[in-house]
């Protein structure tokens, strides 16, 4: 989809942006459209992983349709050798995600920034630079959300918890009710489902505390026996990983209603970003965890963000606030219309410094980037013009 294509947005306007991106420094890249799609299965939330357009290639490969950019632009990257760092790059063109109604195909620019070591600089240059590619397309008001998963794993890890429910609440952050649901059960909250999951995940309870290794193989087992060779793109290995960690949150979901209870006060957690850092370190206190280092990290950044021009009493922090995608890491974001008429927000980005690890780089490397949405920017200067 082009520029032209877009009512309401002027084409000179992307070209304005991708100017103002390059002259921070993003190399402008146009990674493939076909992509492995098991990359995507394993890297993005269950969101997006349900929406993806399938196909295969001629020699059986799985692929799909590209629906998110960052992933290929990271692949980009180290495909490319990943040996000069920092690296940055910016990209427009279309995203493919399937819609309960309208086209699938979303038209998106963006870019991200790999390699650097300045961590809060880093967010806070890529913060204000959408912040300036908003008002290039003459979005002038708008309101700014953030959030940090750094956070939230780190009053997970005080906690104590058993690291099979670490992981499984880590996965869930940013979906807040399937999170809340799942914190219920640490507690010891008990349900029809959860007497009849009990049931069906018995056998496997057992065979984890004994061997893990052969009740994986039990598994695999059973689903070959039935003809089951995948399910949403995943192999039979992959759904008895699934399985087995169920069968581990069910044996160690009990007991545990203290910790449950600070993490739905840190859940609660809400302020605008003068705020957030006494509010973080009165939950801090109250509960007795050492969050010093996360804390200051957090604060590190505030003040960036303020040299930036972006006064941190702008920003709403909430601690629930994550976003839908598996590889986010840390810092997240995300910019609404200020006159909220737009569904969705405008701007969506943050931290992945996992991600080109996962990808294949032979070092970790900080990446850090946002996406614009230029349909829902197109619609919010429609509303205001």
């Known amino acids: 989809m082009t520029a032209a294509q877009i009512p309401g947005l002027d084409p ?16 402008f890249v146009s990674p493939p459209i076909l992509q492995p799609a098991d990359v995507f299965l394993d890297l993005t939330g269950e969101d997006i992983r349900r929406r993806l357009y399938l196909t295969h290639g001629s020699d059986g490969t799985d692929l799909c349709l ?30 493919f995600r399937q819609r309960p109604d309208g086209l699938g195909e979303i038209p998106q620019l963006g870019a991200e920034s790999l390699g650097r070591t ?7 240059d890529l913060l204000a630079l959408s912040v300036r590619a908003l008002e290039t397309f003459g979005v002038e008001q708008a309101n700014i959300r953030i959030g940090d998963e750094t956070l939230f794993a780190a009053v997970l890890t005080e906690l104590g918890l058993p690291s099979v429910w670490q992981r499984r609440l880590r996965d869930l952050f940013g979906e807040t009710d399937k999170l809340m649901a799942a914190i219920d059960r640490m507690a010891g909250a008990n349900s029809a489902d959860d007497d009849s999951r009990a049931v069906r995940l018995g056998f496997l309870s057992a065979l984890e505390g004994a061997d893990p290794e052969a009740a994986h193989a039990v598994v695999e087992d059973l689903l070959s026996i039935a003809g089951i060779s995948a399910v949403g793109g995943r192999t039979p290995s992959e759904i008895a990983d699934r399985f087995l960690e169920q ?3 069910t ?60 006064a941190p009493a702008t920003l709403s922090f909430a601690a629930e606030f994550g976003r839908r995608l598996d590889y986010y890491s840390g810092f997240v974001f995300e910019i609404h219309s200020a006159a909220g008429e737009t569904a969705g927000p405008l ?20 990446g850090t980037g946002f996406s614009m949405w230029l349909d829902r920017i197109a619609a919010n200067i429609g509303t205001v013009s």
């Open 118 to 124: 300045d961590i809060a600089e880093a967010d806070a």
């Open 347 to 366: 701007v969506g980005g943050g931290r992945y410094d996992r991600l080109l690890t996962l990808l294949g780089a032979g070092a970790n490397v900080p």
């Open 66 to 95: 590209r629906p998110d950019f960052t992933i290929p632009v990271c692949r980009h990257h180290v495909s490319s050798g990943g040996s000069s760092l920092p690296a940055a790059y910016c990209y427009n063109g279309p995203v």
């Open 251 to 310: 044996s160690a979901g009990k007991g545990h209603e203290k910790a449950a209870a600070s993490l739905r006060a840190y859940l609660a957690l809400k302020a605008d970003g003068a705020n957030s850092v006494a509010c973080l370190r009165t939950f801090s206190s109250t509960h007795g965890l050492d969050l010093a280092a996360p804390i200051t990290a957090f604060e590190q950044r505030l003040a960036a963000l303020d040299a930036k021009g972006i």
């Open 12 to 27: 000179s306007r992307i070209e304005a942006v991708l100017e103002l991106f390059r002259d921070a420094g993003h190399a």
């Open 247 to 249: 069968a581990a949150l």
